[in-house]
């Protein structure tokens, strides 16, 4: 079997992706983040691009650059606020074939679900 040489020095980040992430501040003395969190909400409502917040975390949704610069920013504000710690997890997804946004995913189930009624 050949092997095939690439260059990942031309990879391009996929066009367009939505990464769900929930963001935890560690060690605030509290067991409520809800203030840290509107704090967030506010910062990626103000960067234009789509999003659901949830109650396990925020779905947002743009360029791979644009989603990944958001969630480094909410990092950043976080910290700016005093917090030394943060842990978030991500799931991240793309696709090539077509265009789908996250609420079209929710929406065809929903659609399968209206039909069994």
Same mark, same amino acid.
Request: overall charge neutral; aromatic content about 6%; hydrophobic content about 35%.
């Given at each position: *079997?050949? &092997?095939t040489k690439v260059d990942? #020095?031309?990879?391009? &980040?996929?066009?367009?992706?939505?990464?769900?992430?929930?963001?935890?501040?560690?060690?605030?003395? #509290?067991?409520?983040?809800? +203030?840290?969190?509107?704090?967030?909400?506010?910062?990626?409502? #103000? #960067?234009?691009?789509?999003?659901? *917040?949830?109650?396990?975390? &925020?779905?947002?949704?743009?360029?791979?650059?644009?989603? *990944?610069?958001?969630?480094g920013k909410a990092h950043?504000?976080?910290?700016?606020?005093?917090v030394s710690r943060i842990?978030?997890? *991500?799931?991240?997804?793309? +696709?090539?074939?077509?265009?789908?946004?996250?609420?079209?995913?929710?929406?065809?189930?929903?659609?399968?679900?209206?039909?069994?009624?």
């Open positions: *079997m050949a &092997t990942y #020095s031309t990879l391009k &980040t996929p066009e367009l992706c939505y990464a769900d992430f929930c963001l935890l501040p560690l060690g605030t003395g #509290s067991p409520s983040v809800s +203030r840290e969190i509107a704090d967030v909400q506010k910062l990626i409502r #103000s #960067s234009g691009l789509k999003y659901c *917040m949830h109650s396990a975390g &925020t779905t947002v949704e743009g360029s791979w650059d644009e989603v *990944m610069n958001i969630i950043a504000l976080v910290h700016q606020a005093g842990q978030t997890s *991500m799931r991240v997804g793309s +696709r090539t074939d077509k265009i789908q946004h996250f609420e079209d995913k929710v929406n065809k189930v929903e659609e399968i679900l209206a039909k069994e009624k």
